[in-house]
């Protein structure tokens, strides 16, 4: 089981996921680390930049599963900008 440094993810999701517990479903199901940078949250959608960090399998199924819920999960390069 190799560990793999975090991932910086954009998740972004629809009206029907809003009132879902998401993040708090990968951690208990694939025991991934998350770490929310940044996020908004509104009636009709959302998006989260998280970081996820775990084994690579954790993490790809924590992608997995997120996107079979409905989520549009990208990938980002470089460093979260703070503020």
């Not at 208990?28 to 940078?37: G, L, M, T, Y």
């Not at 970081?51 to 599963?65: L, N, Q, R, T, V």
Request: glycine share 8%; proline share 5%.
């Amino acid at each position: 089981m190799t560990h793999r440094d975090a991932l910086r993810l954009f998740v972004s999701f629809p009206e029907e996921l809003v009132d879902r517990p998401m993040i708090y479903e990968i951690v208990k199901q694939f025991d991934v680390v998350p770490n929310i940078r940044r996020a908004n949250v509104e009636d009709h959608s959302g998006w989260i930049i998280l970081e996820i960090s775990g084994p690579h399998e954790a993490c790809d199924a924590a992608i997995a599963h997120l996107q079979g819920l409905g989520c549009t999960v990208n990938r980002m390069e470089g460093d979260v900008v703070e503020g």
